[in-house]
């Protein structure tokens, strides 16, 4: 009776951190199901990858090499859709209400939103620990287009407002407004 317990509990040890390595985010599953199909464009930026960025864009200036690596050091990873219903004429795919279905948008907080005339961003965030954020997402709409952006890591707001200095796309440029507050 001793060894089967033994046993069954060596097995547990064994399965569990695999089964909890298995579970995908409902970001990651929304990549999996859109990412290479028609209308979408997909980017996934792995930790990897920034560290290889910033080390190209810092040219010798050790303060901003410093900033950087310090924007860096925090993010794991980003993975960002784009559908744009422009390229599928007579489609009744609304990829804004396919986000809402899957993303348990309450589980984030909402850090901001921004809404002009044809567009609306808004910003979202999962606390962590250490008063850090553990993955902050944009959602941005506008005509013709949906976007949803992931960025993971153990990040804090202050990082997130260098960040959409340093990139230039779509939607993050609201980000700096975070400075201003």
Do not use: C, H, W
């Amino acid at each position: 009776m001793k060894t089967q317990i033994l046993k069954s509990f060596l097995l547990a040890l064994v399965l569990i951190p695999g089964l909890l390595l298995a579970q995908n985010s409902s970001i990651d599953k929304m990549y999996e199901k859109y990412a290479g199909k028609e209308g979408f464009t997909s980017v996934n930026i792995s930790a990897e990858m920034f560290k290889l960025a910033a080390g190209m864009s810092a040219n010798g200036d050790e303060a901003k090499i410093k900033e950087i690596n310090e924007i860096v050091n925090q993010l794991s990873g980003m993975k960002i859709l784009v559908y744009s219903n422009m390229n599928a004429e007579g489609s009744k795919f609304d990829f804004l209400k396919e986000i809402e279905k899957n993303v348990p948008v309450k589980e984030f907080a909402e850090l901001m939103t921004v809404q002009e005339k044809d567009s609306k961003v808004r910003f979202l965030t999962k606390s962590g620990n250490n008063n850090k954020i553990s993955e902050m997402i944009m959602i941005a709409q506008s005509k013709g287009e949906t976007v949803l952006m992931s960025f993971t890591g153990s990040i804090d707001l202050e990082t997130i407002g260098k960040l959409s200095k340093s990139m230039n796309m779509k939607g993050m440029e609201n980000l700096e407004k975070l400075d201003k507050k």
